[in-house]
């Protein structure tokens, strides 16, 4: 039986798909990328608090902006930024709102 793993992390896949569709709620964040409600809600926190999302909300809604030219955390990434990984994946940069 094959692993099943990806190159990608769970905060990779949330950044591409906040890109995506900066209204995605993080139920549907969770079925997309395959985890809990909980883990999400710990993944999105993380991103906010690092700086590579910012939230806003709206009534009862948050949306987000995926900041493109903050530099990826890992000393082997850190020369690029998550602008960079988001073409990698084929992803146009969604401009800010």
């Known amino acids: 039986m094959a692993e099943s793993w990806t190159f990608l ?8 798909l906040l890109n995506r569709d900066p209204e995605l709620r ?3 964040l ?4 395959g985890i809990t ?3 999400t809600q710990r ?10 999302l910012t939230r806003h909300r709206t ?5 987000y902006t995926v ?3 903050v530099p990826l955390r890992h000393p082997l990434e850190s020369d690029h930024t998550v602008g960079e990984l988001l073409k990698a994946v ?3 940069i969604v401009a800010a709102r």
Request: hydrophobic letters at 30%; a negative charge.
């Open 9 to 16: 992390t769970n905060h990779a896949h949330i950044l591409v």
């Open 43 to 52: 993944i999105v926190g993380e991103l906010v608090e690092s700086g590579y």
């Open 30 to 33: 969770a079925e997309e990328v």
């Open 90 to 92: 084929g992803d146009p």
């Open 67 to 69: 900041h493109p030219d």
């Open 26 to 28: 993080l139920r549907d």
């Open 37 to 39: 409600e909980r883990a």
């Open 59 to 63: 009534g009862r809604r948050n949306s």
